[in-house]
Nanobody, 125 residues
């Protein structure tokens, strides 16, 4: 069993920045990748970023590329999401997730085995 706990959400004005963190604990932690998704009411959970645990390769959708940066600290079992130039449309609950296998693409929710509880990010205009 793996537990993921997100932190760092909050309220920020458009153009501002926030940094989300996710701490993993539980069984011996050796994932294939970590990811961030977001969700607004009535919509599906949307891929935001992913990073491979060993190599640190990163993946982003066009909607956040150049504004968001995902990073990991393998010694602390943490992953972070630095969000810059935030827009009101970035408002959502952000979830951290971990993938223990390589089935499905990084952007596919089905790849991920464990999820955090989520942290709210609100960007005001």
């Amino acid at each position: 069993q793996v537990q993921l706990v997100e932190s760092g959400g909050g309220l920020v004005q458009a153009g501002g920045s926030l940094r989300l963190s996710c701490a993993a604990s539980g069984r011996t932690f050796s994932p294939d990748a970590m990811g961030w998704f977001r969700q607004v009411p009535g919509a599906e959970r949307e891929f935001v970023a992913a990073i491979t645990w060993r190599g640190g390769d990163t993946y982003y959708p066009d909607s956040v590329k150049g504004r968001f940066t995902i990073s990991r600290d393998t010694s602390k079992n943490t992953v972070a999401l630095q969000m810059n130039s935030l827009k009101p449309e970035d408002t959502a609950v952000y979830y951290c997730a971990t993938s223990l296998h390589r089935t499905f693409s990084y952007a596919d929710r089905r790849r991920y085995d464990y999820w955090g509880q989520g942290t709210q990010v609100t960007v005001s205009s």
